[in-house]
């Protein structure tokens, strides 16, 4: 039986499955996974919504064409509207990250040699790019005014 948006939003025990049989469409061939990682011990610690991580080849060597797995946390199953919010945050703006660790990675090491500042403004630009992307993706979907209103931040700021 395949698990609704709303049974993962109230049951927590069936998040990874509702998470396994979410369609990336053209986004799949840059995903390795998707996993689910509810909050351990330390509640203190602040995550974010998702979070997508390319291969350590791409990370660390910028070899391209490595699929990169995303992470969800419990926040992303709790600050959202509608499902349409939630699949957009998960497909457009993780799977478009995922996207670009496949097709142009940057090597973190190039980064680190060049500077604190270069890592972080490369960090906002690609926040940038996956906020429009997800702009772009948005017309004729039952998006919250909340949703709307955070990618238009993103898309100013690079920042959620």
Known sequence: MKIS???AVTFPFTRQEFLDH?????????????SYEPLHA???????KMATLPSPLALFFGKTRTRSTIYVFPRAFN??????????????????HARENY??????????????AKIKDASIQAE???????MRKSKGRNHSQG????LLAGINTGIS
């Open 147 to 150: 949703h709307m209103t955070s």
């Open 103 to 116: 097709e142009s990675p940057t090597s973190l090491w190039r980064l680190i040699l060049k500077g604190r």
């Open 128 to 134: 940038k790019r996956a906020f429009l992307n997800q």
């Open 5 to 7: 948006y709303q049974d």
């Open 42 to 48: 330390n509640q203190r610690v602040i995550r974010p």
């Open 79 to 96: 600050d959202e509207d509608t499902e349409d919010d939630f699949i957009s945050n998960l497909i457009e703006h993780e799977g478009e």
């Open 22 to 34: 979410v369609n990336f469409k053209d986004y799949g061939i840059y995903v390795k996974r998707v």
